[in-house]
């Protein structure tokens, strides 16, 4: 496929695209695609040690209850 | 902590910042706001690292151009104390 040809289809699926797919079958799991909005300054960043506040998660320890 | 060090921090954030843009694209190739997020922040990183090696030398091993030295074994060592200053 041309250069030129994949990026518009790209462009495309990600217009069109649903954070999660089409079809969810029972049994599996689905991670939602990202979208970028804003980014942290580098500082923040490196201490946080991500980029993308949507994944900067505390974390809680212990099974899905924090304590 | 001393200028040398706040710098390294500097480049060491910076060059995160990339890093994790990076991974971004690989899953969003097309990601315009990305794309230039990552542009600009390259070129800081760049700006910095040239400002780090125009005052204290090569920065990575790479980079050492200077021709009838090479300064890369002025760096101190990872076990000498003076590149494991504290710091605070």
């Known amino acids: 496929m041309a250069q030129d040809e994949f990026i518009n289809a790209m462009h495309q699926?990600?217009?069109e695209m649903s954070?999660?797919?089409?079809?969810?079958?029972?049994?599996m799991t689905y991670t939602p695609m990202q979208k970028i909005k804003t980014i942290y300054e580098p500082e923040t960043a490196f201490m946080q040690g991500t980029v993308f506040p949507d994944l900067d998660k505390p974390f809680?320890?212990?099974?899905?209850?924090?304590? | 902590m001393n200028e040398m060090?706040?710098?390294e921090q500097k480049i060491h954030s910076v060059g995160f910042v990339m890093?994790?843009?990076?991974l971004f694209l690989d899953t969003h190739p097309t990601d315009m706001t990305a794309i230039t997020l990552f542009?600009?922040?390259m070129q800081k990183y760049t700006a910095l690292v040239a400002e780090?090696?125009?005052?204290?030398g090569p920065y990575h091993k790479n980079n050492d151009t200077s021709g009838n030295m090479w300064?890369?074994?002025?760096?101190p060592w990872p076990w000498e104390n003076s590149a494991n200053e504290e710091d605070n």
């Open chain 2, 39 to 41: 542009n600009k922040t």
């Open chain 2, 52 to 56: 780090y090696e125009r005052m204290y």
């Open chain 1, 13 to 15: 699926m990600e217009n």
């Open chain 2, 19 to 22: 890093f994790d843009l990076r």
């Open chain 2, 5 to 7: 060090k706040m710098l």
């Open chain 1, 60 to 67: 809680l320890g212990g099974r899905g209850c924090s304590k």
């Open chain 2, 71 to 75: 300064h890369w074994v002025c760096n």
């Open chain 1, 19 to 27: 954070p999660f797919p089409e079809y969810t079958p029972v049994g």
